[in-house]
């Protein structure tokens, strides 16, 4: 009974913390109120990027698949085609595989470019209030792609290779070879196999495709929230907060111009992971065949696949991932604010 009531007492009292917090009140000695904003703003982040990435997880295993398999050997001709083909062969379970990795590495991933993304903002707009010498001055459009740049960079390079072995066993089918039984087995084995350092192939092009992709993401999102704001266009807005409806579409906005600019990064990415696989060219064709894809770089791997493949080819699966991006950032945009609205951290990401 005892611990009961000291259950219930500790709900009210973050309840009435957070209603404090809300109200602009602080409660705690500064540092621990600090502490405890940042892991609420780690706890949103992380949830936001958890609830997107499920939400479209079976859009994103076709689109990869799409960008890896061998133009010799199709077996996915597009989206509703190639969704079709997974749930006939393997099952309402094959929608969803390897989204569990994908969630290993996404929820930490989304807290910490969420939190990176606020502080790298905070201090741009400080050093661009030093430079101006205006105390009112707001970040530009710009400003907020460097601070997404930022952001982006830091929270892919500290979970890539949980997306490097994701993007391996995202591709595994029924009738492949299974080298890999989950992430750890799969992390294991490429450092036993292929050596630390492949843990992090494809790493360039996604630190160049970052610098668009996340950047665009929160600059468009970010500036297109003021610009309706301020100018109240066709009367969508009758206030200073925007309805969940419209920060959707705000985010369905940013997603498609940020991900449409870096997708072809996305797709070099992906087919650096998979050298040095020794089961890659089974994996990806299907047809027993052990001719594994080679590169020696980046550069290389953009030449040969347009010389072999055609420059359409760095644009493979953008249908799938245009439907599943859209909603995904859209739905991470607004999750992560709301979810930081209930924890009662005042403090927003367009602050």
């Known amino acids: 009974m005892a611990s009961e009531e000291k259950a219930v007492s500790s709900i009210v009292n973050l309840a009435e913390e957070a209603k404090l917090a809300r109200e602009g009140v602080s409660v ?12 609420k703003s780690l706890v949103a982040g992380g949830v936001a990027g958890g609830v997107s ?51 290993a590495r996404i929820v930490p991933n989304s807290a910490v470019k969420f939190f990176s993304y606020e502080q790298a903002s905070k201090g741009i707009l400080f050093l661009y209030r030093q430079q101006t010498d205006n105390e009112d001055a707001q970040l530009t459009p710009l400003l907020r792609l460097g601070a997404g740049a930022c952001a982006g960079i830091i929270a892919m390079s500290a979970t890539y290779p949980m997306d490097m072995v994701r993007g391996r066993l995202t591709v595994q089918t029924d009738k492949s070879p299974y080298q890999y039984r989950g992430m750890v087995h799969a992390l294991s084995t490429v450092l036993r196999e292929e050596g630390p350092r ?8 996604s630190v160049i495709g970052v610098v668009p992709y996340v950047g ?62 020794k089961d890659a060219a089974s994996v990806i064709t299907g047809d027993g065949r052990k001719v594994a894809p080679e590169y ?21 699966g953008l249908v799938p991932n245009s439907v599943k991006v859209v909603p995904s950032i859209a739905i991470a945009f607004v999750t992560y604010e709301v979810v930081k609205d209930i924890l009662g951290v005042e403090i927003r990401i367009s602050d």
Not at 53 to 75: D, F, G, M, W, Y
Not at 301 to 308: E, W
């Open 28 to 39: 705690k000695a500064p540092t621990t109120y600090a502490l405890l904003s940042i892991c």
């Open 53 to 103: 990435r499920t939400a479209v997880a079976p859009l994103e295993r076709l689109k990869i698949l799409l960008q890896v398999q061998n133009p010799h050997s199709i077996k996915y001709n597009g989206t509703v085609q190639g969704l079709k083909y997974i749930w006939r062969t393997e099952g309402f379970r094959g929608l969803f595989k390897g989204n569990g990795t994908n969630c």
């Open 198 to 205: 492949a843990l992090y192939k494809g790493w360039l092009p």
């Open 216 to 277: 665009l993401n929160f600059a468009v999102y970010e500036s297109l929230k003021d610009w309706l704001i301020n100018s109240r266009p066709f009367g969508l807005v009758d206030s200073s907060e925007l309805s969940v409806t419209t920060r959707l579409a705000c985010g369905a906005v940013a997603g498609t111009i940020g991900q449409t600019v870096a997708y072809p990064l996305d797709v070099i990415r992906r087919r650096m992971q998979m050298v040095g696989w």
């Open 296 to 316: 020696t770089g980046m550069v290389d791997a953009f030449r040969k696949t347009v010389q072999y493949e055609g420059f359409g080819a760095l644009y493979k």
